[in-house]
């Protein structure tokens, strides 16, 4: 069996870089054969990007969307994030960082994005915490 999707009204879903919009009802399907698919909360648009966690995630999802782009994708995605390790002292964060890596390392992108929701969060919490 596949891998079984659903979809609330309205909902957004990019399959192979393809975005497709639910209708007005609530629908299931199941998507049979490997594809490149991402769900409207996992979506990160470009000028969302604001922050050094949030420009690792950014190239890490496009890895995951666009196959044919990986190479160069790889190589922002080791500059964003050499750029937010060398800035973090914590160890729980640089842990973070090290599954970021490795789960790309291994073609696990989207695990890679969860590490990067946390690292996202930690960012979030430490900036809350200095304002």
């Known amino acids: 069996m596949g891998l ?6 309205g909902e957004k879903l990019a399959i192979n870089g393809a975005v497709i919009v639910n209708g007005e009802r609530r629908a299931e399907f199941i998507v049979e054969n490997r594809a490149s698919i991402l769900r409207e909360r996992d979506i990160m648009r470009a000028e969302d990007a604001t922050t ?9 999802m496009m890895m995951a969307l666009d196959p044919s782009e990986r190479v160069r994708l790889f190589r922002e995605f080791e500059q964003r994030l050499t750029e937010i390790a060398g800035v ?9 960082c090290l599954k970021i890596s490795a789960a790309v390392a291994n073609g696990a992108y989207y695990k890679a994005l969860g590490h990067c929701r946390a690292l996202i969060e930690y960012e979030r919490e430490r900036l809350n915490d200095v304002a």
């Open 4 to 9: 079984k999707l659903s979809l609330k009204p």
């Open 52 to 60: 050094p966690a949030r420009r690792v995630y950014l190239p890490v």
């Open 88 to 96: 973090l002292s914590e160890p729980s964060a640089l842990s973070i």
